[in-house]
């Protein structure tokens, strides 16, 4: 899939509580490559584990990380970044963000500059693989999918704590390419999509077919996505409408 610029796009990064925050700065510059405007939010959370001077430094603009800041809040600040944004990307997404985020939230600056806000919003978790998998957690980020958040699904490997398993973060090149593609995929508005994946064919993995899937999931505001499966490792959850399929032979007769 062709990568879209980002040329005269705004796009605004909350960066939240994750030992990941300090990728931030690499997603910052992978944004600014494809020719993003970046402003960066700072989370309490996010505060403990990268500086807000580096973050400024790699974006070029001030960042924001108090919802009370007098002087900011006398232009409605919250309001203003919300309206400046293109598209909000969160990564690392904690996993108190994004329960924050689904419950609707607004006690702090990036809650609040979300529920202002009507624009494209992607999240990138990143946190522990058993606090990944916790019922909680699916159920929060299930919430936030069929709200048309696109969830960028994080990597399976050694984690920081010693476990192996699923919640590291995306690689900051693969975000910024999501990023990039949710704005030349309009063209596929109103159109049905059928994606096939899984055995038998190949034994494919998340980072193979994520890109596709969630590049259609973001234009299904206007569609019906249906989606057969073979053996794949993706939650149906994320998606409108899908059918369970072991071979290719019936695909044609199912809809």
Known sequence: MSIASLTNKNILLGVSGSIAAYKAPDIVRRLQDLGAEVRVILTRGGSQFITELSLQVTSKNK?????????????????????????????????????????????????????????????APAMN????????????????????VLILAPESGKQACGDIGEGRLAKPI???????????????????????????????????????IQAARWVQHSQMLVLKLGTSYLSTWQYQRYTQSKSTDNISHQR
């Open 174 to 212: 693969d975000i910024a390419k999501q990023v990039g593609n949710i704005f030349q995929n309009t063209k596929l508005s109103g159109k049905q999509v059928l994606i096939t994946l899984g055995q038998p064919l190949k034994r494919l993995t998340l980072l193979d077919i994520y890109p596709t």
């Open 63 to 123: 960042v924001h990380d108090n919802l009370w800041d007098k002087e900011a809040e006398l232009a409605m600040g919250h309001i203003e970044l919300a309206k400046w944004a293109d598209a909000i990307l969160i990564a690392p997404a904690s996993a108190n963000t994004i329960a924050n985020l689904a419950s609707g939230k607004a006690d702090d600056l990036l809650s609040s500059v979300i529920l202002a806000s009507d624009c494209p919003m992607l999240i």
């Open 129 to 148: 693989q058993q606090m990944y998998a916790a019922n909680s957690v699916q159920a929060n980020l299930k919430t936030l999918a069929e709200h048309q």
